[in-house]
């Protein structure tokens, strides 16, 4: 029913910058927060960024005055604008939607995840 699409990661030198994006599409009502993990190899999926409705942000700590997410809400994208990258952000970045969705006169709100986008950093 709901569909998020991650695009823009690849291959970047350290202290370089990339922007990953995540389309949403399908039926979505109405969307409560957005937000953005990252997976590294043999670690555990972390919490990067993530955006209310009403456009407050929260960032972790390791990303803090790097990251940047974004929200434009008439194109349903969210985007991660990553700068100063160091070979620690290598991940498989992937966004989330927390949205109100469903079908006929049935609603329902459920979080969904995109397949994933890979960034890697060489140093």
């Known amino acids: 029913q709901v569909q998020l699409v991650e695009s823009g990661g690849g291959l970047v030198q350290a202290g370089g910058s990339l922007m990953v994006s995540c389309g949403a599409s399908?039926?979505?009502?109405?969307?409560?927060?957005r937000g953005w993990c990252r997976q590294a190899p043999g670690k555990q999926r972390e919490l990067v960024a993530v955006i209310a409705s009403g456009g407050t942000t929260n960032y972790a700590g390791s990303v803090k005055g790097r990251f940047t997410i974004s929200w434009y809400n008439d194109k349903n994208t969210v985007s991660l604008q990553i700068n100063s990258l160091k070979p620690e952000d290598t991940a498989v970045y992937y966004c989330?939607?927390?949205?109100?969705?469903?079908?006929?006169?049935?609603?329902?709100?459920?979080?969904?995840w995109g397949q994933g986008t890979q960034v890697t950093v060489s140093s």
């Open positions: 989330n939607a927390d949205v109100v969705t469903g079908r006929d006169n049935s609603r329902y709100t459920g979080r969904f």
């Open positions: 399908g039926r979505i009502f109405s969307s409560n927060g």
